[in-house]
């Protein structure tokens, strides 16, 4: 297959069609782009420097000199919020790919063995799943630490129950499909057969658990760093931004509501994107979506 | 009650004790993971070792770690949790006082966002494609997507700093007074509500969207049954088999959004516990916490299944 054939294959595809077929996910989408690349070339793209402090300067309302103005060591909160996208990117991707890739893992195994391994690992993640996820996050934040990594760790653990339980249902079904009967009649071992012809059929829909997961990983580190448990300051996060600006509250609101407003956007960015992935991967909805002329969506056609 | 359902419920309960046996293992491991101890937190850095070596002892953290987990078992059989490091009182009678404080916000919490979310559902659902639809389903988006913590300021910045009319932060108990009480939860309660409140009037929306066309609706409506009691007897008690899963999952989600709600308006509950424990390197008091908080997701969740039973005859002939 070449290049341009690969490239037209995808735009004609169903899921990318529906997806641009809604012009707020398509503006979603803009704007996500838009802050991942603000967040990637923040040196650039940042008017200050996030770490330099001016106390002189402290404090300041939103001026033309400062869209946001400036924090409670003077410095520019414009500039941290745009580094701060990096460590919210960072956490949502990383954290959402752990949980997927172990969930997966456990939910293949769980599905595939069956019996009494299959018992330990759901009742397991039944566990977990019955402790809230914020404060299995801290408890494990306790564990490895504040950091960069390790809150991703945190966050990536807490949220694998899902993908394990979503994979496991899928690998329930997908086992019993007559071209694994072929395969096994062919001579396929269980392991080919689980890595061939199940896991592919299982990837879809834990992709859109990710997805749709992403803008909770990131409320999740927010989460966690406002409470003190995230990342390490100086390190600009929008969590601990919203923390430290709350004491300023009554005199200037903007340098906690700023950094507030860019995690809700983001979230709500990615959270509309995973709607219009799920209904686009949904075959109940086949035919019913993105077709031309009908942007709207149609949950029933 | 039918015998199936009995059966259902009695099968449930067995698997509800399992997890919450391997929930005790599973925070019991992790506990003796973490860094830091205690003792050492407690009496801070000018302790002496041989203050350091008695209260290890009185507290019983000198001892191997299976028999620690032992005692602990052996402990809540008998309804003793250990003493809190940190607060020099019985962890039974702290968590007993919090887990009040927690549940009278929790509950009228939740109550709001059904009811208010179903609500909204409905209408939502009813009036697809239209300016009110997209209304709704737009703040239903936002506030899924609002971080806890920074709602609760921007109402605390409204309410107690602009207008003065809510107090900032604090908590009264119902039993001194419901005027003071309710100002008190009014903020946190709206606050925990939000997210939850979005979820179920997203689900409502898109359940009542399933069943609004189905052949039932049709030959119920061709009978010449009023719409009023096709919507509630025969399109929600469908509709509502999903999002009664959603409330079970949710009202276990809102225990643990009590983490957030009780930092930013300072009230005394399970939430604010749980992270001056966690910090404070109190395990005896996370260990129990973590476990009261499962056994009340559990407990949702078995609601959740026994209601399944009753609305749906289907799952209790399974």
């Not at chain 1, 759901?122 to 990594?149: E, N, T």
């Not at chain 1, 995973?274 to 031309?292: E, F, I, N, V």
């Not at chain 2, 962890?91 to 709001?112: G, Y």
Request: hydrophobic letters at 50%; glycine letters at 10%.
């Amino acid at each position: 297959m070449n290049k341009k054939s690969a490239f037209q294959k995808i735009k004609n595809s169903r899921v990318v069609r529906v997806i641009f077929a809604r012009k707020s996910v398509v503006f979603c989408l803009a704007v996500l782009l838009l802050l991942i690349l603000a967040a990637i070339f923040a040196p650039i793209v940042a008017p200050y420097d996030p770490y330099k402090q001016d106390l002189k300067g402290m404090l300041q309302g939103m001026g033309p000199k400062h869209i946001f103005g400036t924090d409670a060591m003077g410095r520019d909160v414009l500039t941290r919020i745009i580094y701060g996208g990096r460590v919210s990117f960072t956490v949502g991707l990383v954290s959402v790919l752990i949980a997927g890739t172990i969930g997966m893992i456990l939910g293949l195994i769980a599905g595939m063995a069956g019996g009494i391994v299959d018992a330990v690992i759901m009742r397991f993640m039944d566990a977990m799943m019955s402790v809230p996820m914020i404060i299995m996050a801290l408890f494990l934040g306790s564990i490895f630490g504040k950091g960069l990594g390790n809150i991703c760790l945190a966050i990536g653990i807490s949220m694998i129950p899902s993908y394990a339980r979503v994979t496991r249902g899928q690998v329930l079904t997908v086992r019993e499909m007559d071209y694994v009967t072929a395969g096994t009649l062919c001579g396929a071992s269980k392991l080919k057969n689980t890595i061939s012809h199940i896991f592919p059929n299982c990837v879809s829909s834990n992709i859109v658990l990710m997805t749709m997961n992403l803008g909770n990983a990131i409320l999740n580190e927010a989460a966690l760093s406002f409470l003190g448990m995230g990342i390490n300051p100086p390190t600009a996060s929008w969590g601990s931004m919203v923390n430290d600006g709350y004491k300023y509250m009554g005199t200037n609101a903007v340098i906690a509501i700023a950094p507030g407003l860019f995690i809700m956007i983001t979230v709500l960015c990615f959270n509309m994107v995973g709607d219009a992935l799920r209904d686009a991967m949904d075959p109940k909805l086949r035919g019913t979506l993105g077709k031309k002329g009908k942007g709207k969506k149609g949950k029933k056609g | 009650m039918s015998n199936k359902l009995l059966k259902m419920i009695g099968r449930r309960i067995v698997q509800s004790i399992i997890v919450i046996f391997i929930v005790t293992l599973i925070v019991f491991l992790l506990n003796q993971m973490v860094p830091g101890d205690p003792i050492v937190n407690f009496l801070g850095s000018n302790a002496t070792e041989e203050q350091i070596a008695y209260y290890t002892q009185l507290f019983g953290y000198d001892q191997p770690v299976l028999v620690q987990y032992f005692k602990w078992i052996q402990g809540l059989f008998h309804g003793e949790m250990g003493r809190s490091v940190l607060m020099q009182k019985e962890i039974s009678t702290i968590l007993f006082q919090r887990l009040q404080v927690t549940l009278s916000i929790v509950f009228p919490a939740f109550i709001l966002a059904v009811v208010l979310g179903v609500v909204l559902g409905i209408v939502a659902a009813k009036n697809r494609g239209t300016a009110i639809d997209s209304v709704i389903s737009f703040f239903a988006n936002i506030g899924m997507s609002m971080p806890m913590f920074w709602f609760g300021m921007i109402l605390i910045l409204i309410f107690a700093l602009k207008l003065g009319v809510l107090p900032t932060s604090g908590f009264t108990a119902f039993s001194e007074g419901a005027g003071e009480w309710a100002s008190h939860i009014v903020l946190p309660m709206i606050v925990l509500a939000m997210g939850p409140l979005a979820q179920f009037t997203r689900q409502t929306r898109s359940s009542m969207l399933e069943v609004i066309r189905q052949d039932y609706v049709t030959t119920a409506r061709a009978k010449g049954i009023s719409q009023r009691a096709i919507t509630f007897k025969h399109q929600l008690r469908n509709a509502f088999i999903p999002i009664i899963t959603v409330m079970g999952v949710t009202l276990g989600g809102m225990i643990g959004g009590t983490v957030l709600v009780e930092s930013i308006f300072v009230v005394p509950g399970l939430g604010n516990l749980m992270i001056t424990s966690i910090k404070g390197r109190d395990f005896m008091v996370v260990q129990n916490g973590v476990l009261v908080i499962a056994i009340a997701v559990a407990i949702c969740n078995l609601i959740v299944d026994i209601l399944y039973g009753v609305i749906d005859p289907r799952i209790r002939n399974d």
